[in-house]
């Protein structure tokens, strides 16, 4: 066993205590650990209950009762057990329910959890060094419908084509164990489980590992605000839950209420857990703003302080990426400034300000960000709102993040729940020109920010991505499908709301990857791999600690231009989003600019461009509908 920096690396370790400011703080391995030798330790937190006993159910029954220690965790170590074998725990002597910790769900959440070795797989990847935050282009993707087969191996194939794009990080959507065989992810109920139909914990270690050979980091999304309904046993092991907070999930998940450290050491262990065994290079938190914690030290914070330690005991960097909808820079402070210590966040407002300015669509909260100086803000400071008034949430929102590293931000034009939530799962790509798609790829690749891009996005791929579900309940079934109908019952088309339930709902999802070959498909491939290129060339294109960005537009005529400097090196990019073209007189200094980039060009199918390639000092320029331009300054 080695030990580091106060936590145990060996397979062995059962508990331990980190001192992190004078604070001691224990940590409890949980789950079943092969040790070898056909050994295994189970471990389960059942603080609540009598008695404990495992199941072993395949490949030949006994029972054997545990140990129950001071802090509510139920502890055995077995012989004659293999890899593979398959076990239940038995509460009180009645109930038998999976492991809340499984590692692997072969049949599915409601049948046996099973044993897994994870000292077998080889892994090729140790000289594998993890790209900094700031370098990230992150291509987001759900593992059931980027190949027609669903499955991690057959990802594989594609991602020489997605490093020939420029990508260098893919976001995966959950894969934590959920019902049946096609699910967003969101509803896993297994946390530690690799789900079955993808191909289990193999099979997403043969990603990780052809990913690192590729050059591509690992981004893994996890949920941490909620469990899914369907074989959710999590509540008859112990108190997971608090009614004290309400969210659109039901009870609250017990980060801060008694019995909450249990709950807290299993999400702590399990963030550790997809970094250690699984070689992730970094999490995305699902919704953070719907985890209730006031405890003096929030649950987010826990986790980023050991993520920090783990890093260190690697000696190579891991990164944690909020979603939030708050605003709020708190997430992304430091822990010395009484913040979370997240890497970085999403900034929900540059999607939701270029969405806007692209489709003119101004319902819901969409109304709060139409106005084009709600962009330019985004593009200075990150968020829209700096606790300003909220017309759509009817109060204050926001906090100012104008002095936090551009790179601690990661924006997009399109993302799953941008597309799935709404009624008919539209891309960008059914409600916009093709002038505009190039619009939106050259406004987010070349902010100040971190790009991500959504599956398909780069060749326009026009398949909807709709929400979907295989819950085995058939009320469950039928509460989904009233739900999606409620959602979107004063929605303009009266077209019946797709079933979620409906599995061709699931395949008109799959993405038809062949068509990036063909016509403007492989003209927008290109024009994306040109912007990616010019994103890694230009020192003033990249990320940076201090923010030196000059910006200016007209409201009327829906102009904005930037102009950005990193060292010694300045861009400038003038963007319209009119549908229309646009007389526009631009003043400049002395300088002289080069252009670079003009989404008008007929190289990108555009209608032809009248800018010059050569700007100085006062110039009138006509600026066609829906296009951006970008030039560099002349040294």
């Known amino acids: 066993m080695a030990r580091s920096l106060g936590i145990w690396t060996g397979i062995l370790s059962v508990k331990d205590f980190v001192d992190i400011e004078g604070e001691s703080i224990m940590y409890q391995r949980i789950g079943a650990t092969y040790l070898g ?19 072993i159910v395949a490949p030949q029954e006994r029972s054997i009762p545990m140990q129950r220690d001071n802090r509510g965790y139920w502890h055995i170590t077995a012989s004659d057990i293999e890899p593979e074998t398959q076990y239940f725990y038995q509460l009180d002597g009645e109930t038998l329910r999976p492991d809340p910790a ?83 992810g969101y509803d896993g109920v297994f946390p530690f489980a690799v789900q079955n139909s993808y191909g289990g914990p193999d099979g997403l270690k043969t990603l990780v590992n052809a990913c690192h050979q590729q050059g591509i980091a690992v981004i893994l999304d996890v949920v941490y605000n909620h469990f899914g309904p369907e074989g959710n046993y999590m509540s008859t092991f112990g108190p997971y839950f608090t009614e004290q907070y309400p969210t659109p999930w039901g009870a609250a998940i017990n980060f801060d209420a008694p019995y909450s450290d249990g709950v807290r050491n299993l999400v702590v262990e399990n963030v550790l857990y997809w970094l250690r065994e699984y070689h992730i290079d970094g999490l995305r938190l699902d919704a953070i703003h719907a985890i209730f914690d006031f405890s003096a030290k929030h649950i987010l ?61 101004d319902n819901g909260y969409y109304q709060d960000f139409i106005q084009i100086s709600k962009f330019a803000k985004v593009l200075k400071e990150g968020f829209a709102y700096s606790w300003d008034y ?44 093709f002038e505009a798609l190039k619009l939106a790829a050259g406004a987010t690749i070349l902010s100040p920010y971190i790009p991500m891009l959504y599956m398909g996005e780069e060749y326009g791929e026009e398949s909807p991505f709709f929400y979907f579900i295989d819950h085995s309940d058939p009320d469950l079934v039928a509460a989904v499908r009233e739900g999606r109908k409620k959602e979107f019952q004063y929605f303009q088309d009266e077209r019946e709301t797709p079933d979620p339930y409906d599995i061709e709902t699931f395949k008109s999802s799959i993405l038809n990857w062949e068509k990036r070959k063909e016509g403007k498909h492989k003209v927008l491939l290109d024009f994306y791999k040109r912007l990616i290129q010019l994103r890694r060339e230009i020192v ?21 231009g930037y102009i950005r400097k990193v060292a010694a090196s300045q861009v400038l990019c003038l963007m319209n ?32 461009s009248s800018l010059p390639e050569i700007l100085f000092q006062s110039q009138d320029l006509i600026f066609s509908s829906q296009s951006f331009v970008l030039y560099e300054r002349k040294i």
């Open 102 to 184: 499984s590692q692997f769900q072969p049949n599915g959440v409601h049948q046996a959890s099973q044993v897994v070795d994870h000292s077998h797989f080889t892994w090729k990847d140790s000289s594998w060094e993890n790209p900094s935050l700031p370098d990230w282009i992150i291509y987001e993707l759900h593992v059931g419908t980027f190949t027609p087969e669903g499955t991690f191996t057959a990802i594989i194939p594609r991602l020489k084509a997605l490093k020939e794009l420029g990508l260098n990080a893919i976001e995966i959507m959950p894969v934590a164990q959920f019902p049946g065989a096609r699910n967003w």
């Open 301 to 361: 914070a826990e986790v980023a302080e050991q993520v920090q330690i783990f890093s260190q005991q690697q000696e190579r960097s891991y990164y944690l990426i909020a979603e939030s909808d708050l605003g709020d820079v708190r997430v992304i402070n430091p822990l010395s400034q009484n913040g979370y210590g997240l890497n970085a966040q999403w900034s929900d407002d540059f999607h939701h300000c270029l969405h806007a300015l692209l489709t003119g669509e």
């Open 540 to 560: 003033a294109l990249f990320p940076s600690e201090v923010r030196n960005i000059e910006i200016f537009y007209e409201e009327e005529n829906l102009i904005l």
């Open 390 to 433: 909220s017309p759509f949430r009817k109060r204050y929102q926001g906090s100012y993040a104008g002095n936090c590293p551009s790179y601690q931000f990661v924006v997009c034009n399109q993302n799953h729940d941008q597309i799935g939530n709404r009624k008919f799962g539209d891309r960008l790509s059914h409600l916009v020109s």
């Open 577 to 608: 989003f009119n549908q229309q073209a646009i007389n526009y007189s631009l003043v400049l200094g002395d300088d002289t600019w080069q252009k670079r980039l003009d989404s008008a060009d007929s190289q990108w199918s555009g209608t032809g």
């Open 37 to 55: 030798d056909r050994r295994a330790e189970f471990i389960v937190w059942a603080p609540l209950k009598e008695r404990v006993d495992l199941q």
